[in-house]
């Protein structure tokens, strides 16, 4: 009996040590505000990324990964908890309503700032799992993300970013001390990740790295600037700075790689890229695709999304299935061998077997916006829905081919058809009123069983006639010219646009 009980265990303990030889540390490099097409292998014409390129074509490439929000604190509420705005209330940056009062018709639903400690993150169960665990960059969650089941913070704060920009002194930043003068963070951000690698080498590590670029200030790494001057703009990018932006994250993920590749680890690591929101409106373009960051038009929510997992994901591979923030937490969860919190609210699936290029089941996916955010200034408005806000109150759900957005303030709708109309171009809602019931149906039954607040209040600083003002006025600068403009603002303000806003604001106050 004895002989077999010790057989026994050593057979367990064989099964176990086997699983855990597989299971792979992961690199997840996470940007913020990094647009749809601003690297080379998804069609940028001016940066260069030829190692996220490199890295991209040994995995599989997601050509419809979605944020769940389009801008940056909901963004990684949704990312961190796997649930939809929803559940954690984080709604927008900050709790304040957003552009001017005059402007909105409705009060807007505040939601929180910080995503409530009692949410079990997904680096919680991978720190249980017994991974060591690190975020470096942009936290933007809490004052201090070690809580949320980090065991190292480099540069994680509340704020969005470092207090001076991409150049020390990094003020309180934890872990940002003591950079030479010159070394912009992204490097130094790059140089810790590898540091990070190297002491763990020896365990299974996951790294958070969330990197504070590209977001504003829209800052060059000054000794990448004379070579972006020198070269010919493309037709969709032309930002110098941005460019020298992009090239030191490219950089650091090649400093990162190699020394992977030093330490005999590259086998052993899953790399995992994907971005918060879509690119800054006045800084890049994701053209084809309408709007940018804070719109929920494409341009606002789908981001590069690639996963190379050597041995399990076949390289040069390409998904088109669509896939959102709320996954990633399945997804970590299944890749290291954590267990999930049963009790906790989970809206996404794990990726894993789409990785090995199996179906996922059949599903709709979902956006929920209560609030304001204003216009940039210096983007195409037409991008927008209007001059005046980049989203107005919307919900969204995206299934199969189809998108419906719903604009709380009017009762509006929008249907488009990605397959043949990626660009959103052509408004289907009164055509095709049994897909649009259909889709909305679908949103509506999600809102409840996610409780989603819908905002009804009438906002009683909204004046009509302010709105329209400042409509007409925005629209007449637009058609003066005056800054440089976009290649999708070169084709000019479609009629389209001008008569669909006209109808809209004839409606003005009405509700
Ligand atoms: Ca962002």
Same mark, same amino acid.
């Given at each position: 009996?004895?002989? *077999?009980?010790?057989?026994?265990?050593?057979?367990?303990?064989?099964? !176990?040590?086997?699983?855990?030889?597989?299971?792979?540390?992961?690199?997840?490099?996470?940007?913020?505000?990094?647009?749809?097409?601003? +690297?080379?292998?998804?069609?940028?014409?001016?940066?260069?990324?030829?190692?996220?390129?490199?890295?991209?074509?040994?995995?599989?490439?997601?050509?419809?990964?979605?944020?769940?929000?389009?801008?940056?604190?909901?963004?990684?509420?949704?990312?961190?908890?796997?649930?939809?705005?929803?559940?954690?209330?984080?709604?927008?940056?900050?709790?304040?309503?957003?552009?001017?009062? $005059?402007?909105?018709? !409705? =009060?807007?639903?505040?939601? +929180?700032?910080?995503?409530?400690?009692?949410? &079990?993150?997904?680096? /919680?169960?991978?720190?249980? $799992?017994?991974?060591?665990?690190?975020?470096?960059?942009?936290? /933007?969650?809490?004052?201090?993300?070690?809580?949320?089941?980090?065991?190292?913070?480099?540069?994680?704060?509340?704020?969005?970013?470092?207090?001076?920009?991409?150049?020390?002194?990094?003020?309180?930043?934890?872990?940002? &001390?003591?950079?030479?003068?010159?070394?912009?963070?992204?490097?130094?951000?790059?140089?810790?990740?590898?540091?990070?690698?190297?002491?763990?080498?020896?365990?299974?590590?996951?790294?958070?790295?969330?990197?504070?670029?590209?977001?504003?200030?829209?800052?060059?790494?000054?000794?990448?600037?004379?070579?972006?001057?020198?070269?010919?703009?493309?037709?969709? /990018?032309?930002? #110098?700075?941005?460019? +020298?932006?992009? &090239?030191?994250?490219?950089?650091?993920?090649?400093?990162?790689?190699?020394?992977?590749?030093?330490?005999?680890?590259?086998?052993?690591?899953?790399?995992?890229?994907?971005?918060?929101?879509?690119?800054?409106?006045?800084?890049?373009?994701?053209?084809?695709? %309408?709007?940018?960051?804070?719109?929920?038009?494409?341009?606002?929510?789908?981001?590069?999304? *690639?996963?190379?997992?050597?041995?399990?994901?076949?390289?040069?591979?390409? =998904?088109?299935?669509?896939?959102?923030?709320?996954?990633?937490?399945?997804?970590?969860?299944?890749?290291?061998?954590?267990?999930?919190?049963?009790?906790?609210?989970?809206?996404?699936?794990? !990726?894993?077997?789409?990785?090995?290029?199996?179906?996922?089941?059949?599903?709709?996916?979902?956006? /929920?916006?209560?609030?304001?955010?204003?216009?940039?200034?210096?983007?195409?408005?037409?991008?927008?829905?209007?001059?005046? *806000?980049?989203?107005?109150?919307?919900?969204?759900?995206?299934?199969?081919?189809?998108?419906?957005?719903? *604009?709380?303030?009017?009762?509006?709708? @929008?249907?488009?058809?990605?397959?043949?109309?990626?660009?959103?171009?052509?408004?289907?809602?009164?055509?095709?009123?049994? %897909?649009?019931? @259909? !889709?909305?149906?679908?949103?509506?039954?999600?809102?409840?069983?996610?409780?989603?607040?819908?905002?009804?209040?009438?906002?009683?600083?909204?004046?009509?006639?302010?709105?329209?003002?400042?409509?007409?006025?925005?629209?007449?600068?637009?058609?003066?010219?005056?800054?440089?403009?976009?290649?999708? &603002? %070169?084709?000019? #303000?479609?009629?389209?646009?001008?008569?669909?806003?006209?109808?809209?604001?004839?409606?003005?106050?009405?509700?």
């Amino acid at each position: 009996m004895r002989t *077999f009980l010790t057989i026994t265990l050593l057979f367990l303990t064989c099964m !176990l040590n086997a699983q855990t030889a597989e299971r792979p540390n992961v690199l997840f490099i996470f940007l913020d505000d990094f647009g749809w097409k601003d +690297t080379s292998y998804m069609g940028s014409d001016f940066y260069e990324t030829p190692n996220l390129d490199k890295l991209a074509s040994e995995g599989m490439i997601f050509t419809d990964a979605y944020s769940a929000s389009a801008n940056c604190a909901p963004a990684r509420a949704s990312l961190l908890s796997g649930q939809y705005t929803p559940r954690h209330e984080v709604y927008n940056v900050g709790t304040g309503p957003r552009g001017k009062a $005059a402007h909105r018709r !409705l =009060n807007h639903i505040p939601g +929180t700032d910080t995503l409530r400690p009692d949410i &079990q993150t997904w680096a /919680h169960r991978i720190q249980k $799992a017994g991974y060591k665990t690190a975020t470096m960059g942009k936290w /933007h969650l809490s004052d201090d993300p070690k809580p949320y089941g980090f065991d190292v913070n480099v540069g994680g704060t509340h704020s969005g970013g470092p207090p001076n920009g991409y150049y020390p002194p990094h003020g309180k930043a934890p872990n940002l &001390q003591d950079v030479p003068k010159d070394e912009f963070v992204t490097t130094t951000l790059s140089k810790r990740a590898a540091s990070f690698i190297t002491e763990n080498k020896e365990n299974p590590w996951f790294l958070y790295l969330t990197m504070f670029a590209v977001h504003t200030p829209i800052q060059a790494k000054k000794d990448l600037v004379a070579k972006y001057e020198a070269k010919t703009p493309g037709e969709l /990018h032309d930002n #110098v700075k941005m460019a +020298t932006m992009i &090239q030191a994250v490219d950089d650091g993920v090649g400093l990162i790689v190699a020394k992977l590749d030093e330490l005999g680890l590259t086998k052993k690591t899953a790399i995992v890229f994907f971005s918060d929101n879509g690119g800054y409106g006045p800084g890049t373009d994701m053209d084809p695709l %309408k709007g940018y960051k804070g719109t929920y038009y494409e341009g606002g929510i789908r981001e590069p999304f *690639f996963v190379k997992w050597p041995g399990k994901v076949e390289a040069g591979t390409k =998904n088109e299935t669509p896939i959102i923030g709320v996954d990633l937490y399945p997804t970590f969860l299944e890749m290291t061998g954590a267990t999930a919190d049963e009790n906790q609210p989970q809206d996404g699936v794990s !990726l894993v077997s789409s990785f090995k290029g199996d179906a996922l089941p059949e599903r709709s996916i979902f956006w /929920h916006f209560p609030a304001y955010l204003q216009s940039y200034g210096g983007a195409g408005p037409f991008e927008q829905r209007d001059p005046l *806000f980049r989203s107005r109150p919307v919900g969204a759900v995206r299934n199969g081919d189809w998108k419906l957005l719903e *604009f709380f303030e009017s009762g509006d709708l @929008e249907l488009y058809n990605l397959k043949v109309d990626i660009g959103e171009a052509n408004n289907l809602a009164a055509e095709n009123p049994e %897909k649009t019931k @259909e !889709l909305l149906d679908i949103m509506k039954s999600w809102r409840e069983s996610t409780n989603a607040p819908v905002p009804s209040e009438k906002n009683p600083q909204f004046e009509a006639d302010a709105e329209k003002k400042a409509i007409e006025a925005a629209i007449g600068k637009t058609k003066g010219g005056g800054k440089k403009k976009k290649k999708s &603002q %070169k084709k000019g #303000v479609p009629l389209s646009w001008l008569i669909n806003l006209s109808i809209r604001l004839s409606t003005n106050g009405r509700q």
